[in-house]
């Protein structure tokens, strides 16, 4: 079993930046590729970005490709996403999520190829 818990969110201008953290619990951290996905005002949830259980393979949707970045700290057990360059269209609850890997490279976009969710993290950017 693994707890996720995101924080950072907030309220920022247009092309100001924010990072998320998502602390989670136990000792099998490394064993799980990470995931960012973010759900916005009348949408559905999508895929942000996703790194591989080694640090070596990352992924982001084509719209964030290049202003968002996603890393992680093994040793704390904790995910980033540093976001840059926010946009209004960027406004959602940010949810980072773990999916149990064998592969150390793996990643997915696939949400229902994740196991765990945390609670999620408004971010709220004003224009």
């Known amino acids: 079993q693994v707890q996720l818990v995101e924080s950072g969110g907030g309220l920022v201008q247009a092309g100001g930046s924010l990072r998320l953290s998502c602390a989670a619990s136990?000792?099998?951290?490394?064993?799980?590729?990470m995931g960012w996905f973010r759900q916005g005002p009348g949408k559905e949830r999508e895929f942000v970005g996703v790194m591989s259980r080694s640090g070596r393979n990352t992924y982001y949707a084509d719209s964030v490709k290049g202003r968002f970045t996603v890393s992680r700290d093994n040793a704390r057990n904790t995910v980033y996403l540093q976001m840059n360059s926010l946009k209004p269209e960027d406004t959602a609850v940010y949810y980072c999520?773990?999916?149990?890997?064998?592969?150390?490279?793996?990643?997915?976009?696939?949400?229902?190829?994740?196991?765990?969710w945390g609670q999620g993290t408004q971010v709220t950017v004003s224009s």
């Open positions: 136990g000792r099998t951290f490394s064993s799980y590729a």
């Open positions: 999520a773990a999916d149990a890997q064998t592969l150390v490279t793996f990643v997915t976009t696939d949400s229902n190829e994740y196991d765990y």
